[in-house]
């Protein structure tokens, strides 16, 4: 067990709809990343939010967006969903925001658009 | 651009073999980190080892070691007496430091069935 929390476990849903990831990073960790991953992509890095502040963006669509709230838990928002959003997705965490911090991954939040 | 190459897609052995899981990076710092992590059938992502540009110490931990080469830009991966246990995908990943953030840049996989 990682420390890292994420919930649901799975979501199903249709296409056009809206839904809301959570993820609870590891308890004194700063740094939360979220990731994609899906069959034709790998891992995916989507963005990364530091003490409350997005630190850096990766391949997140603009129908994604995420933030980081004061307790430091993060929320992951995806938008009119297409079939191809369905995916797994990890969230992370790290104590600090340097390269030489290791990543720990949630369990992932398996998503389906149908 | 940096990059992460993990060729062998699949890996199939017997138990008690010995297994090596190659990972080729490619990047422009002189100071970046390499990962490998463990994604067993449940799912999650599991860290293994950090390894930093500056150490390129090899390093061993229990059946699992690991070879760091600057010179060839690889950093493998060897399961020795393999089990059933090790059956996942191994994911090596590079993390650079002169770039802002601190995201992972993952290579697509190497999916290892270790049969008894």
């Known amino acids: 067990d990682s420390g890292v929390t994420q919930t649901p476990k799975h979501l199903i849903t249709a296409t056009g709809q809206r839904v809301t990831l959570r993820c609870s990073p590891r308890s004194g960790d700063l740094s939360v990343y979220w990731y994609q991953q899906s069959l034709d992509q790998g891992l995916q890095f989507l963005i990364q939010?530091?003490?409350?502040?997005?630190?850096a963006k990766g391949n997140i669509l603009e129908r994604f967006s995420a933030q980081q709230f004061p307790d430091l838990h993060s929320e992951l928002n995806l938008s009119s969903l297409e079939l191809g959003d369905s995916a797994l997705y990890f969230c992370?965490?790290?104590?600090?925001?340097?390269?030489?911090?290791?990543?720990?991954f949630g369990p992932g939040t398996r998503l389906t658009v149908l | 651009a940096q990059k992460v190459t993990q060729a062998q897609t699949e890996i199939s052995v017997v138990e008690k073999e010995d297994v090596t899981l190659d990972c080729v990076y490619e990047t422009r710092d002189t100071t970046y980190y390499l990962f490998w992590y463990k994604q067993p059938p449940s799912g999650e992502l599991v860290f293994l080892i950090r390894?930093?540009?500056?150490?390129?110490q090899n390093e061993i931990s229990g059946r699992y070691s690991w070879n760091f080469q600057k010179s060839t830009s690889s950093f493998n991966f060897t399961i020795t007496a393999s089990q059933v246990v090790d059956s996942a995908v191994y994911f090596c990943?590079?993390?650079?430091?002169?770039?802002?953030?601190?995201?992972?840049?993952f290579g697509k996989g190497t999916t290892l069935s270790v049969s008894s």
């Open positions: 990943a590079l993390s650079e430091a002169e770039q802002a953030g601190t995201a992972l840049i």
């Open positions: 939010y530091y003490n409350g502040e997005e630190r």
């Open positions: 390894r930093n540009s500056f150490d390129e």
């Open positions: 992370a965490s790290s104590a600090g925001d340097l390269s030489t911090d290791t990543q720990y």
